[in-house]
């Protein structure tokens, strides 16, 4: 179950405020943030009759030093500790500009935005705003898996749908991730005792014991997967595996 729970690290950036947090199972904490004292200087700076230009520009440099500094920050805080996607947050045209000094990798990591003001958002508003991102793109994520799955199935390459293939290619070992949609259960037979699990009563191929009558057989499909450390992938939603058997699995390799 932890396993399909994303970690998330949220960056709230204005011209002067960054600020880190971590959204993990429905909570947020606290991971620091840079404050904008350079800005507040070079704003001081100016009252001494200097040159209009001189400050704008010191403003501006003050502005890409605070976007540096914010996103050093998160690459270390990716570096120490890891997350799989990261949102910003903050007012629409910052965000823009300080995308581009994030590193390529935490790119590769860019989820979403939401559109707020740092100073004046809470814990609470925040982690709001993240779970609907979040819940975007875990949507969009399982929407990827389920196409994949049939695009591959229906191509006879490292891929099975349906709950008889899927039982199949998990008892040899071959699935690498199981797809299921989220309340499908349907009744078979299993060997309890070696996790064998069969639409039909039949001898269990490992241990040759008869077979019993099962109330739920993805159950045990899951509770084989777990032991033969296959990722795990509930559908919450109505993907293209509705209409296609509503369980698959992606293959590590195929036996003929």
């Avoid at 404050?35 to 501006?60: F, K, P, S």
């Avoid at 910003?88 to 559109?115: I, M, V």
């Avoid at 003001?117 to 991102?133: D, K, M, W």
Wanted: net charge negative.
């Amino acid at each position: 179950i932890l396993a399909e729970y994303h970690r998330f690290c949220v960056a709230v950036v204005d011209r002067s405020h960054g600020h880190l947090y971590e959204v993990y199972l429905g909570e947020i904490l606290d991971r620091g943030g840079v404050d904008g004292e350079v800005l507040r200087r070079v704003r001081e700076g100016g009252l001494g009759g200097r040159d209009e230009r001189h400050i704008e520009r010191r403003l501006v440099h003050a502005v890409h030093q605070h976007y540096r500094d914010v996103a050093a920050q998160l690459l270390r805080v990716f570096q120490a500790g890891r997350f799989d996607w990261l949102v910003l947050g903050g007012p629409r045209e910052p965000l823009r500009e300080f995308k581009d000094y994030l590193h390529p990798t935490l790119r590769r990591r860019w989820g979403g935005d939401f559109h707020c003001e740092p100073a004046r958002s809470s814990g609470a508003e925040i982690l709001h705003r993240v779970l609907e991102v979040e819940e975007r793109i875990e949507w969009e994520h399982e929407l990827k898996l389920a196409d994949e799955l049939i695009r591959k199935a229906e191509a006879g390459h490292r891929a099975v749908r349906g709950l008889g293939a899927t039982l199949h290619a998990l008892d040899r070992g071959e699935a690498q991730t199981l797809l299921v949609e989220d309340g499908f259960e349907m009744p078979g037979y299993a060997c309890f005792a070696c996790h064998f699990a069969s639409l039909e009563q039949e001898p269990c191929p490992h241990c040759g014991k008869p077979t019993e009558p099962c109330a739920d057989v993805v159950d045990e499909a899951i509770e084989l997967a777990l032991q033969r450390n296959c990722q795990i992938e509930h559908l919450q939603g109505t993907t293209a595996l509705r209409d296609r058997g509503r369980i698959g699995a992606l293959l590590r390799y195929q036996t003929a």
